[in-house]
C-alpha cells in the first residue's frame, strides 16, 4: 500500500496579511536607514529611492523628526524651483560604546553616524566584580559628558561569548571572567538599556552598518589579536548558535599535541596564529625579550629584522590554514580581517591569500580577503553602537 505523507495546508484562517502597522513600522525602519546611509538627503530623492509616495515620506519623516531621530537642513541647491531641505540623523542623539579586553577597557560616546566625541581607556581588572565596578563610574562620567543629549543606550563588546538567553557571559578564555552577570549592575546602576555582544559579531555589525557592507549577505569577520575570534553573517543574518557560541574556530585544534590554549586544550588555531603566536615565534629563534609587543614586532620587520619578518610569515602562513576552514564550511563571500596586523598588509595579504587559495574545493571560490579600514578598538565601538541603534534601525539582530 502506498502511503502518501501528508502535506500541511495553510487555510485561510492561518494566514494573516501584514497588518498596516507593521507596513508603517517596515517603511519608517527603511526610511531611517536611508537618512543614517545617504545623508544629507531630500525628501524627494527618498521617495524616488523607496518608491513610495511623497505624501507617505512626508507623513514618516515628520514622525522621525517628532522622535527626535531626524532633523531638517542645510538646504540645498537646485538650478531652478524650489529649494529642498535635507534631512539628517540628530547628533544629539548618543550611544556610550565599550570595549572589554583582556588588558584594557575603553568607554566611548558616539552619535548615531558612529562618530566618537570621547573616550577614556583604563585597565581591566583581573576580578569581574572590580572591572564592572571600574566600567560604571567610567560609564558615569561619559554620561555626564553628555548633558542635554539623549543617550539611546549602552553597548558592550566582549571577548568572549555571550548567552543572550541566561544573560552571562559564558566563554571567554582570554578574560577569565566566567560566568559573570555584567549586564544587570550596569543597567541598575545607570538606568540605561545595556546590549552585550562578542567582539567579532560587534566586528561584523560595524561592517554592514558602517563599512558600507550590507549588499554583502555572507560576510565573516576574522578579528586577530590575544587571540582569534570570528563572526558571521549567513544569508544576510549574524549567526549566534547555541548558547552564542557559534563562531569559536579560534578553539579548533590544528595540532592535538601543540601548545596549551586559554581555553585548556592543545593547539588551537589562535595558539599558532595569534599576536601572541608570533612573538612566541621570535623568542623561540632566540631573540627579542619577554616585553616586546606585537607592534614592536611589526617594527622590527619594518626595519629589516629576518626573525621578525619570519615569525610574522609564519603567523600568516597559520592565519590562512585556518581560514580554509572558515571557506569549507560557511563559503564567504567575503573575509574582512581585524586586527594591528592590518597595519603591516603588505607582509599578511599575500600569505594568507595564498594558503586559502591552495584548497579552494572543486565547485567552491575564494572569497574577497579584505583588512579591516580602522583599527580593532575602532571597529568593535562602532559595533557597539550598531548593536544599540539596531533596535530602533531593525536590521540583523
Ligand atoms: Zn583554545
Request: with cysteine; charged share 25%.
Amino acid at each position: 500500500m502506498v502511503t502518501t505523507a501528508k502535506i500541511g495546508v495553510i487555510g485561510p484562517k492561518r494566514i494573516q496579511a501584514a497588518s498596516s502597522e507593521v507596513v508603517r513600522d517596515i517603511n519608517r525602519r527603511i526610511v531611517l536607514n536611508l537618512i543614517r546611509t545617504r545623508h544629507p538627503i531630500s525628501r524627494a530623492d527618498l521617495a524616488r529611492l523607496c518608491g513610495l509616495q511623497r505624501s507617505t515620506i512626508s507623513l514618516i519623516v515628520e514622525q522621525l523628526i517628532e522622535e527626535h531621530w531626524v532633523v531638517e537642513g542645510p538646504m540645498g541647491r537646485l538650478p531652478r524651483g524650489r529649494r529642498p531641505t535635507f534631512l539628517r540623523l540628530n547628533e544629539d542623539r548618543v550611544i556610550i560604546g565599550v570595549d572589554i579586553r583582556p588588558t584594557q577597557t575603553t568607554v566611548a560616546v558616539a552619535d548615531a553616524n558612529g562618530k566618537f566625541a570621547s573616550r577614556e581607556v583604563m585597565a581591566t581588572a583581573a576580578d569581574p566584580k572590580t572591572g564592572v565596578a571600574d566600567m560604571i563610574r567610567c560609564i558615569q562620567r561619559a554620561m555626564a559628558s553628555c548633558r542635554g543629549k539623549k543617550i539611546e543606550g549602552i553597548g558592550i563588546s566582549v571577548p568572549g561569548r555571550f548567552d543572550h538567553r541566561s544573560d552571562r557571559l559564558v566563554f571567554a578564555p582570554n578574560l577569565k571572567w566566567r560566568e559573570f552577570d555584567i549586564r544587570s549592575p550596569i543597567m541598575k546602576a545607570t538606568g540605561l538599556e545595556v546590549e552585550l555582544e562578542n567582539a567579532a559579531n560587534a566586528c561584523v555589525l560595524a561592517a554592514v552598518w558602517f563599512d558600507h557592507m550590507d549588499q554583502a549577505r555572507n560576510l565573516v569577520v576574522v578579528t586577530v589579536s590575544e587571540g582569534i575570534g570570528t563572526g558571521f553573517l549567513v544569508n544576510g543574518q549574524l549567526v549566534r548558535g547555541l548558547n552564542g557560541m557559534a563562531g569559536e574556530f579560534g578553539h579548533v585544534p590544528l595540532d592535538p599535541k601543540g601548545p596549551v590554549c586559554g581555553c585548556g586544550s592543545r593547539g588551537c588555531w589562535e595558539v599558532f596564529a595569534s599576536n601572541r603566536a608570533a612573538l612566541r615565534y621570535y623568542l623561540e629563534a632566540g631573540a627579542g625579550a619577554g616585553d616586546l609587543t606585537f607592534p614592536d614586532l611589526l617594527r622590527l620587520a619594518d626595519q629589516g629584522d629576518a626573525r621578525a619578518g619570519r615569525a610574522i610569515e609564519k603567523m600568516a602562513q597559520y592565519l590562512g590554514r585556518g581560514m580554509r576552514m572558515v571557506v569549507a564550511g560557511l563559503a564567504p563571500e567575503r573575509i574582512v580581517v581585524v586586527g594591528d596586523l592590518t597595519r603591516a598588509w603588505h607582509r599578511f595579504g599575500p600569505v594568507i591569500e595564498a594558503e586559502v587559495q591552495a584548497q579552494v574545493l572543486p565547485g567552491g571560490c575564494a572569497p574577497r580577503l579584505v583588512p579591516a579600514s580602522e583599527d580593532g578598538g575602532d571597529a568593535r565601538l562602532r559595533g557597539t553602537v550598531a548593536l544599540v541603534l539596531q533596535k530602533d534601525f531593525g536590521m540583523y539582530v
